[in-house]
């Protein structure tokens, strides 16, 4: 076993850059905290990892099978405040509330779907906003109950150090998108759950004329999602041990479609990306109004015009959301499909023969010899 291991990793791995990248990255994932002590980038790192299942979950969803979500955030709540509300108001263990948080948020999946299996396109889009938004709602009238504006606090904290918290967050991510990964692998030869939602996303009619059950696919693809999304909520929920009304907000739903659209929809990776890449952005942005603050205390007031582009700086270093949006324009505008597979692209060349991913710069396949050029 050990040695087809050993193969696979030699002949599978190792010549394709892209995979090694991205064992390397877990790797440093993995040391981060005995590199880094720091706190405030450790916490940092928690969120960017609990961010980067809740994207990869959209991408699940909207990207492999074109259910086009909007209101992605109503799976990630739902798990925070079931989670949080048995533990906090009812005083369950955190064990079996977090539990119970991702099976409501797979039921909320699965009704979330009904209505929304005869629509498509910008009208599926428009329906899946609505439902944050009607559970927001209920979670300002039952105030007493979730604690309204004010939030719900007093939860389980899910460890007592932050780092015993990153590295219970990592390997849960880590577990989740394998799971992922494997789920919407079309060219998997055990699970043919990939293929399937790549024909649906493709031609939907055509799918059901050749006898797929499209709308059981529908279902498991909203189920997955929740699953997903739901755990994502119920490690923020416990990270904190506080909520609020927030974790049902659109701007979250839009952070995740930002994240997978700045990695590459359409890849499972293109969500990790995006969250280690822009959370951590938007975190340091308030660092950097700090350091524009001092660079212009000691400029001399004769300089005017320096004075006044440091001012614009930092003006415009308050609103990070400016700095993200001119940063995902650029990115759909010459990248279009993500930046991880622009990059991707510029390493690798496949196969046209047998679809193996080669380094870029051979001239041929290392499978069967085929020119790449």
């Given at each position: 076993?050990l040695?087809?291991?050993l193969k696979?990793?030699r002949y599978?791995?190792?010549p394709v850059?892209?995979?090694?990248i991205a064992?390397?990255f877990?790797?440093?994932?993995?040391?981060?905290?005995?590199?880094?002590?720091?706190t405030?980038?450790i916490d940092?790192m928690?969120?960017?990892?609990?961010l980067?299942?809740?994207?990869?979950?959209?991408?699940?969803?909207?990207?492999?099978?074109?259910?086009?979500?909007?209101g992605?955030?109503v799976?990630f709540?739902?798990g925070a405040?079931?989670?949080?509300m048995?533990?906090?108001?009812?005083?369950?263990?955190?064990?079996?509330?977090m539990?119970?948080g991702?099976l409501?948020a797979?039921?909320?999946?699965?009704?979330?779907?009904?209505?929304?299996?005869?629509?498509r396109?910008?009208y599926?889009?428009?329906?899946?906003l609505?439902?944050?938004?009607?559970?927001a709602?209920l979670?300002?009238?039952?105030?007493?109950?979730?604690g309204g504006?004010q939030?719900?606090?007093?939860?389980?904290?899910?460890?007592e150090?932050?780092?015993?918290?990153y590295?219970?967050c990592?390997?849960v991510?880590t577990?989740?998108?394998?799971?992922?990964?494997?789920?919407?692998?079309?060219?998997?030869?055990?699970?043919?759950?990939?293929?399937?939602f790549?024909?649906?996303?493709?031609?939907?009619?055509a799918a059901?004329a050749?006898?797929?059950n499209?709308?059981?696919?529908?279902?498991?693809?909203?189920?997955?999602?929740?699953f997903f999304?739901?755990?994502?909520?119920?490690?923020?929920?416990?990270?904190?041990?506080?909520i609020?009304?927030?974790v049902?907000?659109?701007?979250?739903?839009?952070?995740?479609m930002i994240?997978?659209?700045?990695?590459?929809?359409?890849?499972?990776?293109?969500?990790i990306?995006?969250?280690?890449v822009?959370?951590?952005l938007v975190?340091f942005?308030?660092?950097v109004?700090?350091?524009?603050?001092?660079?212009?205390?000691?400029?001399?007031?004769?300089?005017?015009?320096?004075?006044?582009?440091?001012?614009?700086l930092?003006?415009?270093?308050?609103?990070?959301?400016a700095?993200?949006?001119?940063?995902?324009?650029?990115?759909?505008?010459f990248?279009p499909?993500?930046?991880?597979?622009?990059?991707r692209?510029?390493?690798e060349?496949?196969?046209?023969r047998c679809k193996?991913?080669?380094?870029?710069?051979?001239?041929?396949?290392?499978?069967?010899s085929?020119?790449?050029?």
């Amino acid at each position: 076993m050990l040695k087809r291991l050993l193969k696979n990793f030699r002949y599978g791995v190792l010549p394709v850059p892209g995979r090694v990248i991205a064992i390397v990255f877990f790797i440093f994932l993995f040391i981060f905290p005995l590199i880094i002590q720091d706190t405030y980038y450790i916490d940092m790192m928690i969120t960017a990892t609990i961010l980067a299942i809740f994207a990869v979950s959209w991408d699940l969803l909207a990207g492999y099978t074109g259910q086009f979500n909007f209101g992605h955030a109503v799976f990630f709540g739902v798990g925070a405040y079931t989670t949080g509300m048995l533990n906090s108001l009812l005083g369950w263990p955190m064990p079996a509330t977090m539990i119970i948080g991702i099976l409501a948020a797979v039921a909320v999946g699965i009704l979330t779907c009904f209505p929304a299996l005869r629509l498509r396109g910008p009208y599926l889009s428009l329906l899946t906003l609505a439902f944050p938004l009607m559970l927001a709602s209920l979670v300002m009238y039952f105030a007493h109950y979730t604690g309204g504006h004010q939030g719900l606090g007093g939860l389980t904290v899910m460890a007592e150090t932050l780092v015993e918290k990153y590295y219970i967050c990592l390997i849960v991510m880590t577990a989740s998108v394998l799971i992922m990964w494997k789920l919407t692998d079309a060219g998997s030869r055990y699970v043919r759950t990939g293929l399937v939602f790549h024909a649906i996303r493709e031609d939907e009619i055509a799918a059901r004329a050749l006898g797929i059950n499209t709308i059981r696919y529908k279902l498991l693809a909203f189920a997955i999602g929740g699953f997903f999304a739901g755990l994502a909520g119920v490690l923020y929920a416990h990270k904190h041990a506080y909520i609020t009304v927030a974790v049902f907000g659109i701007s979250l739903s839009f952070q995740a479609m930002i994240f997978v659209l700045f990695g590459g929809i359409v890849t499972i990776y293109g969500g990790i990306i995006g969250a280690y890449v822009l959370y951590p952005l938007v975190a340091f942005s308030y660092d950097v109004q700090s350091i524009i603050e001092s660079i212009r205390s000691a400029i001399p007031p004769s300089m005017v015009p320096l004075l006044h582009i440091m001012s614009f700086l930092e003006r415009f270093a308050i609103y990070p959301t400016a700095a993200l949006a001119i940063v995902i324009i650029l990115i759909l505008l010459f990248m279009p499909e993500g930046i991880g597979v622009w990059l991707r692209h510029k390493i690798e060349r496949e196969c046209p023969r047998c679809k193996l991913h080669n380094v870029a710069w051979r001239k041929e396949c290392r499978a069967c010899s085929a020119p790449l050029r």
